[in-house]
C-alpha cells in the first residue's frame, strides 16, 4: 500500500511541476493517462503519457524545489 501512494505522490509531484513549466501540453498528456486508465501496467501507461518514471533516479530531487517554491507562494496567500 506504500509503495502505491509513494508513487502517486511523485508522479503528482512531477504534474504539478510539469503544469507550471509546460501548462497545456502537460494537461494533454494528462488526459492522456485518464483515457488511458488501467489499460496498460503502471510503467507503460506513464512513457505512453509523456511522463517521466518516479523510479527512475534524480526523479524526487527534480521536483523537490519547483513544489518547495510553489508551497512557499501559496502558504503567503494565506
Not at 512531477?14 to 501540453?25: H, I, L, M, P, T
Not at 505512453?48 to 503567503?76: D, H, M, Q, R, Y
Request: hydrophobic share 35%; proline share 1%.
Amino acid at each position: 500500500m506504500t509503495y502505491h501512494f509513494i508513487t502517486s505522490t511523485i508522479r503528482w509531484l512531477k504534474s504539478v511541476k510539469r503544469s507550471r513549466e509546460e501548462g497545456s501540453k502537460a494537461w494533454e498528456d494528462y488526459l492522456k493517462l485518464c483515457k488511458l486508465g488501467g489499460s496498460k501496467s503502471f510503467l507503460n501507461l506513464v512513457e505512453a503519457a509523456n511522463l517521466e518514471s518516479p523510479f527512475e533516479e534524480g526523479t524526487v530531487e527534480s521536483v523537490v524545489g519547483t513544489i518547495k517554491e510553489w508551497l512557499e507562494s501559496e502558504s503567503e496567500k494565506l
